[in-house]
């Protein structure tokens, strides 16, 4: 059974830097798990359901406007109307490497883990229209 999978990235833009140093809130990627989690969900039953809780959410390194990140989620659980899931962030590209040069980047041989998290969502069986699409 192959493992049923969302994946997005994004440049973190200067709207979302929130802290000096263009240091951004740790919430924009939790935004994002959620953007994973709804795709899942679509894939899997045909419905956006709900996102009902983190059970666990890790920052593990710091992301800054510029920087490019991937978000990634698959599902590690599917009950009768829950899912669990587990989500991972990296930077994949990093933005503002030398202050002289606010242009420069650096695509980084070894992407960074800056999050990781699981959590559940729900979705109502009434409105589950397919059942283990991509899995």
């Excluded at 493992?3 to 709207?15: C, H, T, Y």
């Excluded at 802290?19 to 919430?27: I, K, M, P, T």
């Excluded at 420069?104 to 041989?109: D, F, G, Y």
Aim: aromatic share 8%; with cysteine.
């Amino acid at each position: 059974m192959t493992r049923l999978e969302a994946k997005i990235r994004i440049r973190l833009s200067q709207s979302d830097a929130h802290y000096g140093g263009n240091l951004v809130d740790g919430a924009r990627i939790l935004a994002l798990f959620g953007d994973v989690a709804t795709e899942l969900l679509i894939r899997h039953d045909g419905d956006e359901g709900l996102f009902v809780a983190y059970d666990s959410v890790e920052f593990c390194a710091p992301v800054y406007a510029g920087d490019f990140i991937e978000a990634v989620g698959w599902l590690e659980k599917v009950g009768n109307t829950s899912r669990r899931m587990r989500f991972a962030a990296y930077k994949v590209i990093e933005a503002g490497i030398d202050p002289k040069v606010p242009s420069a980047a650096r695509v980084l041989e070894e992407p960074i883990l800056v999050t990781r998290a699981s959590g559940t969502c729900v979705v109502p069986k009434e409105r589950q229209r397919r059942s283990g699409g991509g899995e």
